[in-house]
């Protein structure tokens, strides 16, 4: 039995679903509200928990082979909750946990760098400490990014930003390749302490040629400033436009995570686990592209 806490949210959702698809047994864990209504037409055993209550939780996950975390949020989310979860599948006798780390390797990252990679180190510091086995997958960015959030890929000028260099390689996996993938790693008992997958591994310059295929039209690369120019931007953000409390991407923090892979900070350790399981299909950035594209 595999229980996924998050799993109202995106990826947690589609982790859901996949193992659903595996016809493994699935406990989706929620605190209520619309999203978990809406869990409830999937094939899943949908259980409401208070996050705050540790007994709650341990009840929820007794019996678990794994459990996945695909919570997000800032300190009280990633090391609160999280933290709870983390103590209850201990206490439960869980042998396996999945934390809600899902980015680019930020074992690497000097810290400081990036706020909400800094707490996932914070977590991890801690849960090495716990009587359980981890699984932390690591998948570079969403590549779905590419598409809008990550604004490096510019329609309206045909050009690719980028900082420092062009030919700085990036990684980058869809969500719901991370997700079908995770499923998996959940269901395999020899799963190692980090798993790093990659859909694609491009720089600016590669991109520019893949846009420039899909779109039949020249796209070229632009330089944004250095890295560290980046880095200025960031520090000015941070202090003009904090964003509101508690939100989780402000766009400093946007600004952070591109400045980690321009920086080629926390790279995935080569070769990937890609071909760890079976049927698993890699969507590539060109693939994504293209979609978009057609919209
Ligand atoms: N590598 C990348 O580029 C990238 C990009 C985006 C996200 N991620 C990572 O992927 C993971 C999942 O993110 P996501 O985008 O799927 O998040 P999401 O869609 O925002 O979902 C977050 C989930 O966490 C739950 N949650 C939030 N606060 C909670 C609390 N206090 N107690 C209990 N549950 C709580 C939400 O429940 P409710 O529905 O009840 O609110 C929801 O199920 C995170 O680790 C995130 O950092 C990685």
């Not at 893949?210 to 039949?216: D, L, P, T």
């Not at 880095?231 to 436009?241: E, F, P, Y």
């Not at 904090?242 to 070769?271: C, H, S, T, V």
Request: aromatic letters at 6%.
């Amino acid at each position: 039995m595999i229980v996924v806490a998050g799993a109202t949210g995106d990826l947690g959702g589609r982790i859901v679903q996949e193992l659903v698809r595996l016809n493994a047994p699935v406990v989706a864990l929620a605190r209520g509200g619309a999203s978990a209504e809406e869990l409830a037409a999937s094939r899943a055993d949908v259980r409401i928990v208070d996050f705050d209550d540790e007994r709650s939780l341990t009840g929820a996950v007794a019996g678990a082979t794994c459990v996945i975390s695909a919570l997000s949020g800032l300190e009280p989310v990633v090391i609160g909750a999280q933290g709870r979860l983390l103590d209850a599948a201990v206490r439960a006798g869980v042998p396996r946990f999945i934390p809600s780390d899902f980015a680019i390797d930020f074992r690497k990252l000097p810290p400081g760098t990036n706020r909400n990679l800094d707490l996932r180190k914070r977590f991890q510091a801690r849960a090495e400490q716990a009587d359980i086995r981890l699984t932390s997958v690591f998948n570079g960015a969403f590549m779905d990014m590419l598409t809008g959030t990550m604004p490096i890929v510019q329609h309206p000028i045909r050009r690719v930003l980028y900082w420092g260099s062009a030919d700085q390689p990036m990684d980058f996996t869809t969500i719901a390749d991370t997700a079908a993938f995770t499923a998996r790693a959940a269901m395999d008992d020899t799963s190692p302490r980090a798993l790093n997958i990659c859909g694609g591994r491009v720089s600016a310059r590669d991109l520019a040629e893949i846009v420039s295929k899909v779109h039949g039209r020249r796209y070229r690369v632009m330089p944004a400033g250095t890295v560290g120019s980046l880095g200025l931007v960031i520090a000015v953000a941070k202090r003009v436009a904090p964003g509101k409390a508690g939100e989780i991407y402000p766009a400093w923090q946007g600004m952070q995570y591109m400045r980690n892979l321009f920086a080629g900070e926390g790279m995935l350790d080569a070769p990937f686990d890609n071909d760890r399981y079976p049927g698993m299909r890699w969507t590539r950035v060109e693939d994504v592209l293209l979609q978009d594209a057609r919209r």
